[in-house]
């Protein structure tokens, strides 16, 4: 009798609890992997996400993220998406345009001189033919987020110049533009995942590196790089994207979720960058970092020929790479 009575409250409990919290018996868990510090706007980016996306699916979602390469490179990131290991990444354009060649476009030195120019044609037409070529790869790209604009930091002299890159030993991302751009300005570039960067600047295997202020800040590159000059030269998007498989897997509210707060985080994130480039200049050179503003111009110049160098037109339009098919 007493035993009955007991399986039938525990019965009840455990049906009122479904109707009450099912999230406790359906939970979704996002990892999502970055390769900055913790403290970068990426990641303020996606712990703004995690928000929304916990509320609006009353706990039932929950991104988890691991930043500061934890989980592998920004590459390795992209490859398990396809591979269905990882669900989200937000990682910058450096490693895309091996996955999907039109990417590369964006990698031209000197492309976009204001967010505003970015934007349009990141949220327009164009950014949206390229997002839509992901799933073809095994990805869903969720939104155009910002790395920003990319500055060069060195450890031997104040650049105001393109002669003064001569020879310098620079890590670049890992895509062929960078290295032409590098190469164009007198520079020895040498690919490198970010994760390996703050070591080989600190062991001098490389003098500089370029990335934009909030990199710069966040991952302390000025404990070992003296001098920063604003050069500009790349605007940096990045993008917000998940594994295709996993993505399908999700009903359809839970897909709608995770997109409405992309493009949330979308705002949020690039209001953080732009925000770091008006306050971070200042606080670098309070930390110790000598500051340069070279006249653009020159450098404009040196690297328009990788505008009509047909090695990089052709990877541009995909046909210089293995896999990608955009
Ligand atoms: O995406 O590799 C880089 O320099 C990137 O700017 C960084 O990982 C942020």
Redesign the pocket.
Known sequence: RKSNKLWIISAAAIIAALIICPAAFAKVVIKCA???QPS?I?NEGIRHMAKIVKEKSNGEMEIQLFPAAQLGS?RDAVEGLQLGTLEMTL??T?PLGNFVPAIKVFNLPFLFTSREAAYKVLDGKIGDQITASFPKIGIRALAWVE?GF?NITNSKRAINKPADMDGLKIRV?EDDLFIATMKALGASPLPM??GE?YTALEQKTVDA????LA?IESSRFFEVQKYLAMTGHFY?P?MILVSEKFFKGLKPEQQKILQDAAFDARDFERKLSMEADQKLEAELAKQGMTVTHPDKAPFVKAVAGVYTNPKIVKAIGGGDTKKGEA
């Open positions: 970055t390769s900055t970068h990426y920004e990682t910058s450096g790395n990319r991302m995942a970010f960067l590196q370029e990335n934009p990199v940096s990045s």
